[in-house]
């Protein structure tokens, strides 16, 4: 008890499947983390490789090891991890990341009254090597539930949150397609989100990623129809998470927002720009673009001819 009082319990949840070629590297950034007092279960979405065998090699009584008794999926398993935990603070955790060593320990100590706070990153390829240093630029200390409703900032294995804003979180509503924005939005909805610009996660792309950097990385570099076709599959993620959550838990102002949100990206989700969306886009442009001071046209015209 006195250990608690002193350093409160931090669960890490990792959810696993086929992890076997990074695994290794990821428990060990963990186990050499500076901030001691934790739980780290790893829950596994039946994998068919070595990767129970890899985590029950580790001498370590902090690991518990879950396994699931089907298939879920990603989102359901982490709900399962999340579920079992019983830490006062929760960190989400990837099987193929390495995290730096302070990650928790800094993040325990800038959360202040916040329900979550998530940090930079920087990239790393297959071989460890470093991408980019900083991945997210020009972020904003906060984020809103306005924000959040129209696009996640919040990468889940940079974030830490409070037990409170988890078990306001749990169950999971049926259908979300990203866990981390969920739990962001519920985090928005209680004591708020905060910001960390420390890479505090070398946060591994993959050739084939089709979430993260990467799929920020391809939007980018994609021209014509290829580029719309990706902005389409971002827009139906997005869609697919407002319509599985209930709107009456949303105040009158805000579910004018959620209105506007699920309109925008149910036109995005389309292919096309319908005009309607162009006319929320120029309405809302403080929460879609909440890293940019002032309407910019230019910014404008790139989004009504991605």
């Known amino acids: 008890m006195e250990n608690e009082k002193h350093q409160p319990l931090v669960s890490i949840v990792i959810a696993t499947y086929n992890g076997e070629k990074y695994l290794a590297k990821q428990l060990e950034s ?133 037990r409170e804003s988890l078990l306001r979180a749990l169950p999971f509503p049926e259908g979300i397609a990203y866990h981390d924005w969920w739990l962001a939005l519920c985090a928005a909805k209680g004591n708020g989100v905060r910001f960390l610009d420390e890479a505090l996660v070398r946060y591994r792309q993959h050739a084939n990623q089709d979430t993260g950097a990467n799929q920020t990385a391809k939007l980018r570099t994609k021209i014509g129809t290829g580029q719309k076709q990706l902005r389409k599959k971002i827009a139906l993620k997005q869609l697919q998470n407002l319509l599985a959550i209930n709107r009456n838990a949303f105040s009158m102002t805000e579910q004018e927002i959620f209105n506007q949100a699920i309109c925008f990206h149910r036109s995005l989700s389309q292919g096309i720009v319908h005009p309607q969306a162009a006319f929320i ?24 001819y991605w």
């Not at 090891?65 to 990837?94: M, P, W």
């Not at 886009?281 to 910019?296: D, L, R």
């Open 30 to 162: 963990i186990r050499q983390q500076t901030y001691s007092n934790l739980e780290i279960i790893i829950q596994d979405d039946l994998s068919t490789d070595n990767t129970i065998a890899i985590a029950s090699q580790i001498a370590d009584q902090r690991i518990r090891i879950r396994i699931n008794q089907h298939n879920t999926g990603f989102v359901k398993n982490f709900e399962e991890g999340l579920k079992a935990s019983k830490g006062s603070y929760i960190a989400l955790c990837d099987q193929d990341d390495i995290w730096e060593n302070n990650k928790i320990e800094r993040l325990l100590d800038q959360i202040g009254n916040a329900d979550l706070i998530h940090s930079n990153c920087s990239l790393i390829d297959e071989q460890d090597h470093t991408i980019k240093p900083f991945w997210k630029n020009k972020e904003r200390q906060t984020s809103t539930l306005a924000e959040l409703l129209f696009f996640n900032n919040v990468t889940g294995c940079t974030a830490l949150l409070r």
């Open 281 to 304: 886009y120029c309405q809302q442009y403080k929460y879609i673009k909440p890293n940019i001071n002032s309407f910019s046209f230019i910014d404008f015209m790139k989004f009504l």
